[in-house]
């Protein structure tokens, strides 16, 4: 875990409390301390872990945040899309002078497990072709299923449209005729509608249930916990 030494203003402005300029009225009027103590002069140096905001450890220098996506927001950060992902967060969050940024992206209408972090090498890690991270999705389908998808899904030779290389091997468990569970460990664009699509199917309704052993049994569509990975 990071722990730098830098000036106060330094901290409370990477981490959304208040900008550089106005870290002067911020220590006026929240108590900020170091080691208990508190300060009001903007240009003290300190170590991250000794910082307190009124009585509370600053938020991480890095944040790994896993969050039940509802139905409806954008994983971008272009306005013009739509409501974004990120004004689920705290305006702290937002305010970060490193970016928080989806793990790969869900479709505006895909619901379920998403992370965000402001580590990009992780992310990167994270959503390489390399990584076989298991995504689990249940689908909703618009029709009753004809028999041969898990086979040809877990056959390892399915083609999408427009690619070069076959899928990966998925495996798929069937809850009703038009109710399935879907493991993947590729991130590929519109994977599992496109998948579906290949098999003359259409998805209605997308839930990813978890994301690695991140699962959103737990959270309330667009609530979200901090996590460490
Ligand atoms: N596959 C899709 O088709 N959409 C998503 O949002 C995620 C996976």
């Known amino acids: ?21 106005e870290a002067k009225k ?15 002069d903007t240009t003290k140096k300190a170590y991250h872990n000794d910082i307190t905001v009124e009585n509370e450890a ?7 945040i896993l969050m039940n996506k509802p139905s409806g927001v954008v994983c971008s950060h272009e306005e013009e899309n739509g409501v974004l992902i990120y004004s689920l967060l705290p305006e702290r ?17 895909t619901t379920g497990a998403i992370l965000l972090t402001d580590d990009g090498a992780l992310n990167h890690k994270l959503t390489s072709p390399k990584s076989d991270i298991s995504k689990i999705y249940e689908a909703t389908l618009a029709q009753a299923l004809r ?14 449209h427009g690619e070069k290389k076959p899928l990966l091997p998925a495996k798929m468990e069937i809850i009703t005729p ?23 199917n259409k998805v209605v309704q997308l839930h990813r249930l978890n994301f690695g052993d991140f699962s959103v ?13």
């Open 147 to 160: 028999g041969d998808e898990a086979e040809i899904f877990l056959s390892g030779t399915l083609m999408l």
């Open 178 to 200: 038009t109710l399935v569970r879907l493991e993947i460990c590729e991130g590929r664009y519109h994977q599992v509608k496109r998948m579906f699509g290949a098999v003359s």
């Open 26 to 40: 911020f220590l006026n009027k929240v108590l900020v301390c170091i080691n208990g103590v508190r300060i009001f």
């Open 93 to 109: 969050f937002q305010k970060r002078s490193i970016k928080i940024s989806t793990v790969g992206r869900l479709d505006k209408d």
């Open 1 to 21: 875990m990071q722990n730098s030494y830098k000036r106060v203003d330094a901290h409370l402005s990477s981490l959304g409390y208040c900008s550089r300029s």
């Open 217 to 229: 049994e737990d959270l309330e569509p667009s609530c979200y916990k901090i996590i460490n990975l």
């Open 58 to 64: 600053l938020d991480a220098e890095s944040l790994v």
